[in-house]
């Protein structure tokens, strides 16, 4: 429509800017001062990359504050991502180069590629050469940096923006290369879509999580893609890889390495701790350390008395007794009515169906096995308010759904923890699965007097913390059996 020419001008002049705190009357002053809080402050801001770093540079940490010190540490950590995305973006580059200008000079000299020798191995060697790593070691980036530039491209553009670090990088991708069509040329796009799904969810989880845990996240869902295979993998292991070896040591000490049962394995280590803490052996043979003591647990158990410990056959006896492993299996795992059904734990580590019933089958009568069975909808008992103590089933489930401690990052054994109630009891906090949960003395330490706050704290074992800072930090179970999926309330314990 049109517009008579007085409107035009009805807000002429436009008002005038005001200026800035720094300019005085005539319309000059100095430029505020850019402190190291500003510079940091606009890093944070900044893609991580070379602009980042270039702002990084600028910042003295002793003129930060504490907050912003744990601020400028994160930054200088993406900008350390960043530049490993970029390296591994570099060698998937060089090695086509390579690869591309040996073929061509093979096929100018009207050379037969040798079976021997590939233009991929040529490849290899010349950049081990030039960067001065074995050729081992060149080909083992070689080929991290082709999955990267290929199926696992997410997790690449995940650690060049900062996301995840490099060691999260290689712990996740070694977990997707256990599956099944890892290495499989003809069926290269199923499995980038395989690797696709799984990090749409392991990525976010990443992102606040350690590099451990984020590994037993994707493991446990590499095994519900690929249950089959970890079975076919499980009985090479046990045709191949059990044994036991000594190797010598210096000081006139050894290793003994053994690959066995995972079930076996968390049996024989319960054992061993649970004779460990009696206390003959710190009177009897002067055991200082834990370690020491589990040693002469082991050597006790395995040889009777090789020494001077000549009274512990009852704590022996009751030692192996008292030896259990933590058995989480879905019903339709052990009747079998759920096919797809991905399996459950052992000892809080992920393990297909077929391993669960082979472990209830051969199950020794008199081994202790803490079976626990969940309907489909993973449902667990609540004790309610009625009491602070917490009960042995309790204790069991807590254990078997954290898997560890839930201080973010800790990895030490649930069964080896402390049960908090996230929310004091004297405080009103009930005594259920909502708000316990296992802390390491460390960790329950600084909760108590550290300054540390667990400000919520769910069913499924997930958490947020409050530091000293007031920084926030997210915990979540790094993964749970299927079946384990929902929890609905019920008294009576």
């Known amino acids: 429509m049109f517009e008579h020419p007085d409107d035009l001008l009805a807000d002429w002049p436009p008002p005038v800017p005001e200026a800035p705190a720094w300019l005085d009357d ?83 000299r009207a050379e037969q590629a040798s079976g021997f020798v590939t233009a991929e191995m040529l490849a290899s060697a010349e950049l081990a050469a030039a960067l001065r790593l074995s050729p081992r070691a060149m080909d083992v980036q070689f080929e991290h940096a082709a999955d990267l530039a290929g199926p696992m491209r997410p997790l690449r553009d995940a650690l060049e923006a900062g996301l995840v670090s490099a060691g999260h990088v290689s712990a996740i991708a070694r977990e997707l290369t256990r599956l099944p069509l890892a290495g499989d040329r003809d069926r290269v796009a199923e499995y980038a879509a395989q690797c696709s799904r799984i990090l749409a969810v392991v990525i976010p989880y990443a992102e606040s999580h350690t590099a451990r845990q984020a590994a037993g996240k994707t493991k446990t869902l590499v095994l519900a893609v690929d249950s089959r295979g970890a079975d076919e993998r499980r009985r090479d292991a046990a045709e191949r890889e059990h044994g036991v070896w000594l190797t010598p040591t210096e000081n006139g000490s050894c290793e003994i390495t053994a690959v066995l049962p995972l079930a076996h394995g968390f049996a024989v280590m319960d054992a061993i701790t649970t004779l460990a803490k009696d206390q003959r052996f710190e009177t009897a043979d002067g055991c200082i350390t834990a370690g020491q003591r589990k040693v002469a647990a082991l050597v006790t158990m395995m040889l009777g008395d090789p020494g001077s410990v000549a009274t512990l056959d009852g704590p022996v006896s009751e030692a192996k007794v008292r030896a259990s492993v933590s058995v989480l299996v879905p019903l339709s795992t052990l009747t079998g009515t759920d096919p797809a059904a991905a399996g459950g734990s052992i000892g809080g580590e992920p393990v297909t169906a077929d391993t669960l019933r082979d472990l209830l089958i051969d199950a020794d009568p008199s081994s202790t096995l803490r079976k626990l069975v969940t309907d489909a909808a993973g449902c667990i008992l609540d004790a309610g308010r009625a009491r602070y103590a917490i009960s042995d089933l309790q204790r069991r ?12 990052g800790c990895m030490r054994p649930a069964e080896n923890c402390e049960i908090d109630h996230a929310t004091a009891y004297a405080n009103g906090g009930r005594t259920d699965l909502d708000n316990l949960g296992p802390l390491c003395k460390h960790h329950h330490q600084l909760k108590t007097h550290g300054g540390w706050h667990i400000t919520t704290s769910r069913r499924s074992g997930a958490c947020t913390w409050r530091s000293p800072l007031g920084r926030i930090y997210h915990h979540e179970p790094p993964g749970r059996p299927a079946g384990l999926t929902a929890v609905t309330r019920a008294g009576g314990l």
């Open 26 to 108: 005539e319309g000059f002053g100095d430029l505020p001062e850019w402190t190291d809080s500003d510079a940091l402050a606009e890093a944070v801001t900044r893609p991580a990359g070379v602009d980042q770093l270039a702002n990084l540079l600028q910042v003295d940490p002793a003129a930060l504050s504490a907050d912003e010190a744990v601020t400028f540490a994160q930054q200088v950590d993406r900008v350390a991502a960043f530049v490993a995305g970029f390296q591994a973006r570099a060698r998937a580059d060089v090695q086509a180069r390579l690869v591309a200008h040996f073929e061509t000079e093979r096929a100018e």
């Open 397 to 408: 489930l807590i254990s078997l759904r954290d898997g560890t401690c839930r201080f973010p």
